[in-house]
């Protein structure tokens, strides 16, 4: 609604409607407008922009050559906003009578609506990698034509002779400026002389040791430690402050007296410890194993499994979902989500995570974490607890992760104790890859398990089953064949090559992280 400031004086009150309605954003645009047009098309047109807003964790994207698919585009913050938007008019009549005209000069004031967000352009502008050649003489020649098809094309223009342009797949991670501290040169003492070249101390450490005084141990280690370091039990003791500290020590001890390894996962399945405190109890109780069948689990100091047969139901197994064309499915039909993929990994263009919030010496000692507001509505019981899922494989339920790290005795379906048992009193030596399992035991535990899952799968999601291809004549989906690979002729070097992505790793932690680098 207009309102007239005439008859209004400097600084006086003027009733303006405000409309609450009309939600606005806001666009600080880091040029001079000239065409509204064209300036749009910088920042993907309406649509791109519409889009942008609708997703709070991106960022606005502008591109000064739109055309150009080479432009690196600057980014701009989104920022939550209270702001109004006026439109003022500034009218003027003149009047031509009398000897003294003078003009009047009135003012509409309109509230046009709310800016509820703001996108402001901070950063600096990234480096513009263009398709450019230079030729002798420091002449540079465009290569647009050349690289970009623009129109269909005959055979001969993929077989042109063109220099070589490859544009760099990411360029920098931050765009706006920091200030870089260099760390001071290291004074050594009179007659220091620096140690011979090496690959232990060819690249030094870009931050401290984590102190937790955790002990590795490979498989082709001789021994295996019988206590914990000095360091380690100190560290422990300083952290062990109250009865609750010592009635944990006491469960977890009592976990390896019942059974010798644990992985991390299931110790946070069986007791209520915040995972700070854990990081420095596990190392005063058990060492960790690197690489062989138990590897990325804590084992009992003194406990070798290694001299133990028995110790075979304690091995890991490497589990990791089985996905595409050939088992039913595709990767993005699956229930179980991957917790990260590279599909979504995008840099700038994305709002940076809330930063994590700190743990005080006095939440440590009483067990607290970040989140004390929220903890205090839940069980203290059951506060740092993981599910039982998190280390336990049963049939008919699909696992949490994509990618699981099991220990054979975890495997609580018996037709899988029977593949692993089928060499009791039999076991001779152990291996690294098979430890004192049969050999191909792991193989025959993953396709018995791919089957279950597949089967858990279709019971969810019957539709993705559902093509006639793959039902008989009376309607019925045909049983499902044991995933083993051992069809016949071209199949089977067409099956080894699709499953080459789900081949045993040694301690990877691709979608289950293991604990190895909170040691390092």
Known sequence: MAAGMADA???????????????????????????????????????????????????????????????????????????????????????????????????????????????????????????????????????????????????????????????????????????????????????????????????GLSRARRLHNAIFVNFEDDEVPMQALEPAVQTWRKVCTNPLDQKVEEELRKLFEIRPIWS??????????????????????????????????????????????EAKIYQVLDFRIRCGMKYGYAPSDMPVKAKRSTYNYSLPNTVKKTPYQLVTIHDLKHGLGPSETAGLQKSASNKYKLKDSVYIFREGTLPPYRQMFYQLCDLNVEELQKIIHRNDGAEETCTERDGWCRPKTSDDLRNAMSLMVRQAIRSRRPALFSSPAKANGDGEKEPLACESGEDDGEDVEEEEEEEEDFKPSDGSENEMETEILDYV
């Open 264 to 309: 991390r996962n299931a110790v946070k399945a069986k007791i209520n410890i915040h995972p700070d405190k854990l990081k420095v109890l596990l190392p005063f109780l058990a060492y960790y194993m690197i690489t062989g069948p138990w590897r990325s689990l804590w084992i009992r100091y003194g406990y070798d499994p290694r001299k133990h047969p």
């Open 9 to 203: 004086g400097p600084g006086a009150a003027l009733p303006v409607e405000l409309r609450r309605e009309r939600r606005l954003v806001c666009v600080e645009y880091p040029g001079m407008v000239r065409d509204v047009s064209k300036m749009l098309q910088t920042l993907g047109g309406e649509e791109g922009v519409s889009r942008i807003y609708t997703d709070p964790s991106k960022r606005l994207e502008l591109y000064f050559r739109p055309k150009d698919p080479y432009c690196h585009p600057v980014c701009a913050n989104r920022f939550s906003t209270s702001s109004l938007l006026f439109r003022i008019r500034r009218k003027t009549r003149r009047r031509v009578t009398g000897p003294e005209a003078s003009p009047e000069v009135t003012f509409d004031v309109e509230i046009l609506g709310i800016v509820s967000t703001t996108y402001k352009f901070q950063g600096m502008s990234d480096f513009q990698y263009l398709a450019m050649h230079t030729e002798v003489g420091v002449r540079h020649v465009s290569m647009y034509d050349k690289v970009l098809m623009r129109k269909p094309e005959k055979e001969g223009f993929f077989h042109q002779e063109l220099p070589l342009h490859i544009p760099p797949p990411t360029f920098s991670r931050l765009d706006t400026p920091v200030d870089y501290f260099y760390r001071p040169e290291t004074q050594h003492r009179e007659g220091y002389n620096n140690p011979p070249i090496s690959g232990e101390n060819l690249i």
